[in-house]
């Protein structure tokens, strides 16, 4: 059976936890897909610098694959690498790191039928074991800072913040999602049992988007592990 997959990566914490999942479960993931939507020149979602994102490829040892797309054309311009990827790497799936919102699972399992993969969720669960999940992910040892955060559910001062138990216990009390699966926030990770490299973080500065402020770091490196 072949088991050589893409994995969906936007550089936060479900998309480590999956390729965590996948790994254990014997899965190749032969490469990294992020989609950077030509408007803004970032991560979508995340809206994360292309350099930060070749830190954690480098530091796993995975090729990251950027769709350059558009917000006109996302769904198309991310079938059509795909399937390019499909050919190159023999892939026989893709991976998402989608939680319990059916809409993103349904999307997912399309773009794959589309592009001849199977779709995989290794995370899927019901909406009400997020916390756990939360839990988990901080007994993994990844090590995860908040980069983003919905103006309407959160403030800035969670900005910054490492994705730890102290975090687990205060995000509880919050409208959020515990695991923020509705975009309440979005995270960076930076080391973690399956990194050979730490990508150390500085110089972080607060900016001001529509409806979601961003810890923009001004400075960031591989360096080894502590």
Known sequence: MNKKIALSWSGGKDGCMALHHLVEQGYEVACLLTTVPVEI????GHGEKT??????????????????????HYTEDFIKTLKQLKDQYVLSGIAFGDLYFDPHREWGEKVA?????????????????????????????????????????????????????????????????????????????????LFSKRIQLEKGKIISLETTKKLEFEYFCLTDHD
């Open 113 to 193: 039928e589309a592009a001849g993969v199977n779709a995989i969720y290794p995370l899927w669960m019901k909406q009400e074991e997020a916390s756990q999940a939360l839990e988990d992910f901080v007994r993994t040892g990844y090590k995860a800072v908040v980069i983003r955060v919905r103006e309407d559910i959160l403030d800035e001062l969670w900005l910054g913040r490492k994705i730890d138990s102290s975090f687990v216990k205060d995000i509880l009390v919050t409208k959020s999602c515990p695991m923020g699966e509705a975009g309440e926030y979005h995270t960076f990770v930076y080391d973690g049992p």
């Open 41 to 44: 020149g970032r991560t979508f």
């Open 51 to 72: 350099e930060m994102i070749k830190l954690q490829g480098n530091s796993l040892n995975i090729p990251v694959h950027f769709i350059e797309c558009s917000f006109d």
